[in-house]
């Protein structure tokens, strides 16, 4: 595995303006370097950095919910360690980036491939204890929607209630706990899985690793695995997008709109489907999907299924 070389070179970097400024600057490039290595990009130096580099990384940002002005705060110390290597080819107008427009809504799929999923999930199982851990994750992830924080602290003994439903509670964006009613065999199998690897805090991480490294780790092995959005188009939470897409299928008969060439052709679809209902049929499955993905708004699943609109 290749060294991150950006972070040698944020150390390095002669940045101009007050110390506090300095070490901010320099704290949040480091987010991006982390996050780019993450992702599958492994540019060597800050010369090398380019507007898609600072795309891909302000739409992952997005995807993960970060306010607006924090994004704005990241890509201006980018800029500023970039511009210290004479690097200012940078757009200058956070808008070319998508930043403002809160624009996080598809126009193509951002699921993780089912043939890289299923590759990746068989490598892990069939690897160390440690890689066992990742590939039991990713099942519950795929299978429940999960977020990764989310998938690495489920725990079997909390989340299985004895009715067959799926209570989710640790983890959760905004502390939002949600019960799956009408859990799948699948699904309770993908929390049954991690039972053996669930320590004395509770969750699936090793006892003696901190959630920063496993999480570290786990983007590393899977990406080496070729599960990143350079290699296949879809990070971790291309999983929570597939299971998004399939479960919208299930409730509608129909794709997701972003598995259409355009809005009018998931419109088409959904009117030869439903006739003059097929709007009511959309937004009832809007409205499970967002409970089931751990949304307080229905709108939020345009992020996940595209927009019907335009």
């Not at 970060?66 to 757009?91: D, E, F, Q």
Request: hydrophobic share 35%.
């Amino acid at each position: 595995m290749s060294k991150n070389t950006l972070l040698y070179g944020i150390a390095n970097a002669k940045l101009t303006g007050s110390r506090k400024t300095q070490y901010t600057n320099k704290a949040q490039a480091m987010r991006f370097a982390k996050l780019l290595f993450q992702l599958g990009y492994r540019p060597q130096h800050w010369t090398n950095i380019t507007n898609k580099h600072v795309a891909v990384a302000v739409e992952e940002w997005l995807r993960q919910g970060k306010k607006i002005s924090t994004i704005k705060a990241y890509v201006g110390s980018i800029r500023s360690v970039a511009k210290a290597y004479g690097n200012v080819s940078l757009h200058k107008e956070n808008s070319a980036f998508g930043i403002g427009k809160r624009s996080t809504i598809p126009t193509r799929s951002r699921a993780v491939p089912a043939a890289i999923y299923q590759a990746v999930k068989d490598h892990l199982l069939a690897g160390s204890e440690r890689h066992c851990r990742i590939g039991h994750q990713l099942i519950a992830m795929n299978e429940l929607g999960l977020r990764p924080e989310e998938a690495r602290k489920i725990n079997p003994d909390v989340a299985l209630l004895p009715d067959g439903r799926i209570y989710i509670s640790a983890g959760t964006k905004g502390g939002r706990d949600r019960i799956i009613h009408d859990a799948t065999k699948e699904q309770i199998e993908a929390v049954k899985g991690l039972a053996p690897y669930i320590g004395k805090y509770g969750n699936s991480m090793p006892d003696t690793t901190s959630e920063a490294n496993w999480e570290k780790y786990v983007y590393k092995v899977v990406t080496a695995l070729g599960l990143s959005i350079a290699a296949c188009g879809a990070s971790l939470y291309g999983l929570r997008h597939g299971f998004a897409h399939r479960r919208y299928r299930e409730l509608t008969n129909l794709d997701a709109p972003c598995l259409h060439s355009n809005p009018a052709s998931f419109r088409q679809a959904a009117y030869d489907e439903y006739g003059s209902q097929w709007r009511k049929v959309h937004d009832r499955a809007v409205v499970i999907l967002a409970h089931e993905l751990g949304h307080n708004r229905g709108e939020v699943t345009a992020s996940y299924l595209g927009s019907i609109h335009g």
